[in-house]
């Protein structure tokens, strides 16, 4: 990869403005009680039309915010409910949309509220136990009772306000009381998927918008829809910077080793542009997977230029549909668990984003397969190997 003197020129005096502002700038306005109105430039869709997940791209300008991010934060969206759920909340209380209310915003109507103050789309613990008091409904009864957090997060999975509200159909609650029991409407944060030197004044995000229908309504995730659904270009959203200063790129000669499949890719994308804007000669591996190649390759065409520049060292990919038998990128580290233990040894960092409950647990058990098989060494030496990776920072994830 060559850059020109103009070039590299720029991007050191960009990279030095970042510094002067971060520097000029200890304390940023704007946070999750505080939320700045930033322009939505761009959503446009990346999952091909075949595909069973829907993953979009945003670009959001970051205007006179002040906002200075480093690649590996995140970005924190404050979202408005659904007008639909809305409706069906004010319906199920039997009350006008337009009864007054008191919030800490004041005197607003109870829409206003059940819009952007209060979390309707997952219902509070309080909301559930006391509506299980009024309903007596014995398989919700048996779940509290029984203490199992594993059953409660399954019989609550996929229910909303709605969905709680309809087991006491005996009387309503008053619309105070009603919302004494609801929790604040909360932010969600996502890995920034953009590079401020290559992506100057902007903020990408990538997107997995969840969508399902269930008991004859359709549902979908609180954030996930307002941006995909409910923002359109030109329109504003809340935002705010979430740092995390423990996912960090190293220096600029160091191999680094990035495991992200789906959204996971997000931040390595963020990655990828910044070592090219920056000229760093690090070597740069990345896994990415998800279930079809035809439909779910997210960022193909940039990641094919990244290895075709030689920016990208290597690119492993895993499609787990593809073939009778399912292949996740935990599977193509084990088969090139010889180079990539290679790479470990002479100082690579190695990252991993995204689910937390299965990929992350699968790339964890192979990486100490591979330190095991490829080092020589016990399980138990294998563990303090790993374990020091994570104490020397050269093993880091961000997981959800």
Request: hydrophobic share 35%; glycine share 8%; charged share 25%.
């Amino acid at each position: 990869m060559t850059t020109n003197a103009r070039q590299v020129q720029d991007i050191d005096a960009r990279i030095g403005d970042l510094g002067a502002t971060k520097t000029a700038s200890k304390r940023s306005p704007w946070n999750r009680k505080n939320p700045y109105r930033a322009q939505v430039l761009s959503n446009s869709r990346l999952s091909g039309p075949t595909s069973a997940k829907e993953v979009r791209h945003f670009e959001i300008a970051l205007g006179e915010s002040g906002i200075v991010y480093e690649a590996g934060d995140g970005f924190g969206v404050k979202p408005v409910n659904d007008a639909a759920l809305v409706s069906a909340v004010v319906d199920r209380l039997g009350v006008q949309a337009d009864t007054a209310v008191h919030t800490k915003s004041g005197e607003i109507t109870l829409a206003q509220a059940l819009t952007t103050e209060y979390e309707i789309g997952i219902p509070s613990m309080d909301l559930i136990e006391a509506v299980a008091e009024r309903a007596g409904d014995a398989e919700l009864d048996h779940v509290l009772q029984n203490g199992d957090r594993a059953s409660f997060d399954a019989w609550t999975w996929g229910r909303d306000v709605v969905d709680v509200l309809d087991l006491d159909r005996s009387g309503t609650f008053d619309p105070a009381e009603f919302l004494g029991l609801l929790r604040p409407l909360q932010h969600r944060v996502y890995s920034i998927s953009s590079s401020p030197i290559a992506h100057e004044g902007t903020v990408h995000l990538t997107v997995s918008t969840v969508r399902y229908r269930s008991a004859e309504r359709d549902r979908g995730g609180v954030c996930s829809t307002y941006l995909a659904d409910r923002i359109g270009d030109g329109h504003q959203a809340g935002v705010f910077l979430s740092a995390n200063k423990s996912f960090r790129l190293p220096s600029d000669d160091t191999p680094i080793i990035m495991i992200g499949p789906g959204t996971g890719v997000a931040p390595f994308r963020a990655f990828l542009h910044e070592r090219r804007a920056r000229g760093a000669a690090g070597e740069n591996w990345l896994f990415f997977g998800d279930q079809h190649r035809s439909s779910d390759f997210l960022y193909e065409d940039e990641l094919a230029d990244f290895e075709r520049s030689g920016l990208l060292t290597r690119l492993d990919l895993a499609f787990s549909r593809d073939q009778h038998e399912k292949i996740y990128v935990q599977h193509r580290m084990c088969e090139a668990g010889k180079q990539l233990y290679g790479w470990l040894e002479a100082g690579a960092h190695l990252y991993v984003c995204g689910d937390a409950t299965r990929m992350a647990k699968g790339v964890d058990e192979a990486l100490h397969e591979i330190v095991a098989e490829h080092g020589g060494r016990s399980p138990d030496a294998a563990e303090d190997y790993v374990n020091e990776l994570k104490q020397s920072k050269r093993y880091l994830r961000d997981v959800y």
